[in-house]
């Protein structure tokens, strides 16, 4: 960082030993526009209040209040000013209690000067960042402007390669363990993540292991900006690379699994991390053969789940953040057979501050537990809070549906005058089952559009670049009339009305007889449906609740939450 920019900032400084204070402001005061130091948190607090201050520095002993007291009452008062808390304190709670309560840096006594500039320096960068976009001189403002078109090309390319390395081997398919889909013995896993520069600091993996087990792993780097992005996808690299080894060792137990991936893959990580580095992040294991979630949290927002009787819990951080040097990694379960739901986060969602300038963390449990999809949750959240603070990502586990109210099977040939005849069908089930369908009139765009994606993509496997070009030449419905002639092949539609433990669901299926879904369907859609190559798809996931694809992309569900 070029130290320059700390001209324009302001510190308070909390030491109760004269002596201390005397070498930190021989060394750091000339550095900021003001540097001021108080001996106790008292006094301190009375002076933050009066003045305006980019940056906190603060022992942990003091007289009367201490100094994480002190850092609990100055972000009641701003949630984001940066606090460096100084301490010879190095117990592993004290530690993951500082971090999840909002302490930005850690500097060991007796202080080493190069480690507080770097602290300094890390603590300040999101703030002299704004200082930066704040200035009006129209020299600075062409210099940023150089430099956004001078790196659009590499920043491009990052983006391309961060979403190569991505996984997710869940994405828009449905685990279950029985024939029916729409059961609550299956799980399904919804992603949001949402980036706030062009490449990311969150970057995740989710895989699919041999035994039928999923692997969720994020990576939240501590900073912003290209840095913090070569460290989270180097990251998820390590986690794939390992898991892609990892067949050769059978017959292991979920817990002795997760315990060797978690702590090869964390070895590695401390190996590529740089001094004073700190990565965030967390393994969570589906362990279904055991029905239990094993998990490791490197100092990332509390797990949470619910439960059928509708109680939410947390799971809290039980690790320190990644760091260079070597420490013992803790890994614990919970029994997954009374639980509906669970969510992962990294802090951008939980720590953007809300409309009415709250942190979001005060309304999480509460949107969680009154949302049963993720878009019901990124709903609430983005109706306070009006700008995310960071990157922010969002796996979302639930079991769909408790009981089955009604079911019926449809089939229908392969013919094109039949698809009007099919949502027909579907409507009139809805008014047999006392829904009102003038409620619904965009989710039959989305039935029609599976239809038509199972009737020609399908069974007539037509396609996209056929499509295309056969519209082109004007002979397109031509073609369509020439192949369902000689088409055997029929379309499987079923109608199911069904609960989960708060809410009643429609849910309708189409399975066509073709070789399915293309995997380019899903190309760069990694998190952001918005992606989807192809027009259908867009609309089938933009008018519907839930959606998501039968293993073997034949079967495709949609589903809209009705009212009761």
């Known amino acids: 960082m070029d130290e320059s920019f700390l001209k324009n900032l302001n510190v308070l400084y909390v030491e109760d030993e004269e002596e201390i204070i005397e070498l930190v402001e021989k060394r750091f005061a000339s550095k900021f526009q003001q540097f001021v130091s108080v001996t106790s948190a008292e006094e301190a607090l009375k002076t933050y209040k009066e003045g305006s201050f980019d940056l906190i520095l603060t022992d942990y002993l003091l007289p009367g209040i201490n100094g994480m007291e002190f850092a609990k009452e100055v972000l009641k008062i701003k949630g984001k000013v940066p606090i460096i808390l100084i301490t010879g304190y190095v117990d592993m709670q004290f530690l993951v209690e ?24 890390n603590a300040v960068e999101s703030v002299v960042l704004e ?3 704040n200035k009006s001189r129209e020299q600075e403002l062409e210099l940023l402007k150089y430099k956004d078109m001078y790196n659009t090309m590499q ?12 996984r997710n081997d869940m994405f828009k398919k449905y685990l279950c363990k029985e024939s029916n889909p729409v059961t609550q013995n299956g799980w399904q896993l919804e992603v949001f993540y949402k980036s706030l520069d062009i490449v990311s600091g969150d970057t995740y993996t989710c895989r699919t292991l041999n035994n039928g087990n999923i692997l969720i792993f994020i990576a939240d780097a501590m900073g912003k900006g290209i840095s913090a992005s070569i460290t989270s996808l180097v990251s998820v690299s390590i986690v794939n690379y390992v898991i892609k080894e990892h ?20 070895s590695f990580m401390r190996d590529n991390l740089v001094e004073d580095e700190v990565l965030c992040g967390i393994f969570a294991y589906f362990d279904f053969k055991e029905d239990k979630l094993r998990y490791a949290s490197f100092s990332m927002p509390r797990i949470l789940y619910q439960t059928f009787d509708g109680k939410v819990d947390k799971l809290p951080s039980n690790n320190l953040p990644i760091m260079p040097y070597s420490v013992d990694v803790k890994i614990d379960s919970i029994e997954l057979s009374d639980i509906v739901k669970v969510a992962l986060f990294t802090d951008g969602i939980v720590e953007s501050e809300t409309i009415d300038k709250n942190l979001y963390s005060s309304y999480l449990d509460d949107d969680f537990a009154s949302s049963p999809l993720l878009k019901n949750f990124i709903h609430k959240v983005n109706e306070r809070v009006e700008k995310y603070g960071d990157d922010s990502t969002v796996f979302f586990m639930r079991r769909p549906f408790v009981n089955i109210i009604h079911e019926k099977i449809f089939n229908i040939p392969t013919r094109y005058d039949k698809i009007d005849e099919a ?55 031509e073609e369509l009339l020439k192949k369902e002639a000689v ?8 109608y199911v009305l069904c609960n989960d433990i708060n809410n009643r669901y429609l849910i309708v299926s189409v399975r066509d007889e073709g070789v399915g879904y293309p995997v380019s369907v899903f190309k760069n859609a990694i998190g952001d449906t918005t992606k989807f190559n192809g027009r259908g798809i867009k609309i089938i996931d933009y008018y519907t609740d839930i959606f998501f694809f039968s293993e073997d992309r034949r079967e495709i569900f949609i589903g809209i939450k009705v009212n009761q």
């Open 423 to 477: 949502s027909e069908l579907i409507r009139d089930e809805m008014i047999s089952c006392n829904i009102n369908v003038d409620e619904y009139d965009s989710f039959f765009t989305a039935v029609s559009e599976c239809l038509m994606n199972a009737y020609e993509h399908g069974n007539l496997a037509i396609t996209f670049d056929i499509k295309h070009e056969l519209i082109k030449n004007g002979t397109y419905e």
């Open 247 to 266: 067949h050769k060792y059978k017959d292991l137990t979920g817990e002795e699994e997760i315990s060797r991936i978690v702590n090869n893959c964390v």
């Open 98 to 121: 500082a971090i999840n309560m909002g302490i930005t840096q850690f500097v060991a006594k007796p202080i080493q000067f190069k480690l507080l500039r770097n602290a300094i320096n």
């Open 487 to 494: 088409c055997d092949k029929s379309i499987s539609m079923k």
């Open 131 to 133: 200082h930066l976009l």
């Open 155 to 166: 920043h491009d390319a990052t983006l391309k390669k961060e979403l190569h390395i991505m």
